[in-house]
């Protein structure tokens, strides 16, 4: 069956736009992550949803992210007044749900601020 | 706060040998672990999950070990292929973290020569 999707694939803006990147689960999974991936450095946790219950948003840097989901359907990242230092790839996740089991990944968004 | 250390960060070895990359983290209160492959513009692949439970788990040429009181897994790879060539992610879920998210390393880049 389809795996996660993204979209786009690869993203160049201007400091100071802003930018919504969306990610398509697998069908049937109740949990989603979005990951961020700075250059030279590991994966790091931005938020959390899981069916109908509030996001997990502990993650996020700075008010400047925020992400939605329809129920168990696509999410959008959404990033305000980009900085440069918000250049990195964007990855999605889901999982099943119901209890912690194998992540699924997207290919990412590749995000250049310049 | 859970941290996962990679070792070596690159690896570069003969097609056909057996090699070994090592994972540690801090915090052994642990849901599982997990190993995956990341190829560039390609997303991550998950390989090997391991349950909190468990001490190995074995996916062909691959196979992963778990100890969990003293915070190491190891991934060992037979017989190592050019296709094999991508970095290695190690990524652990924490109980009660944020609800199922992953922790990443930093990676270890292993290059296969033929």
């Known amino acids: 069956g389809a795996g996660v999707s993204q979209s786009p694939s690869n993203k160049v803006t201007e400091k100071g736009k802003d930018v919504e990147l969306r990610c398509d689960p697998i069908?049937?999974?109740?949990?989603l992550y979005w990951y961020r991936q700075r250059l030279g450095q590991g994966l790091e946790f931005l938020i959390y949803?899981?069916?109908?219950?509030?996001?997990?948003k502990s993650g996020l840097p700075s008010d400047r992210f925020s992400a939605e989901r329809t129920g168990e359907s696509v999410s959008t990242l959404t990033i305000q007044r980009t900085q440069q230092e918000d250049s990195a790839v964007y990855l999605c996740?889901?999982?099943?749900?119901?209890?912690?089991?194998?992540?699924?990944f997207g290919p990412g968004t590749r995000l250049t601020v310049l | 706060k859970q941290e996962v250390t990679q070792i070596p960060a690159a690896l570069s070895v003969p097609e056909g040998e057996n090699l070994v990359l090592n994972c540690s983290f801090t915090?052994?209160?642990?849901?599982?672990l997990q190993w995956f492959r990341q190829d560039p513009g390609k997303g991550l692949t998950s390989l090997l999950l391991?349950?909190?439970?468990?001490r190995e788990q074995t996916s062909g040429r691959l196979n992963a070990s778990l100890d969990k009181s003293s915070g190491r897994s190891t991934l060992y790879i037979a017989a190592s292929q050019p296709g094999d060539s991508a970095t290695y992610l190690c990524?652990?879920?924490?109980?009660?973290?944020?609800?199922?998210?992953?922790?990443f390393g930093k990676g270890t880049k292993l290059s296969v020569k033929p």
């Open positions: 990524a652990v879920m924490n109980y009660g973290g944020s609800q199922g998210n992953l922790i």
């Open positions: 996740a889901s999982m099943k749900g119901g209890r912690p089991d194998t992540q699924y």
């Open positions: 949803f899981q069916g109908n219950s509030a996001p997990d």
């Open positions: 069908s049937g999974h109740t949990a």
């Open positions: 915090d052994s209160a642990i849901y599982n």
């Open positions: 391991i349950q909190s439970s468990q």
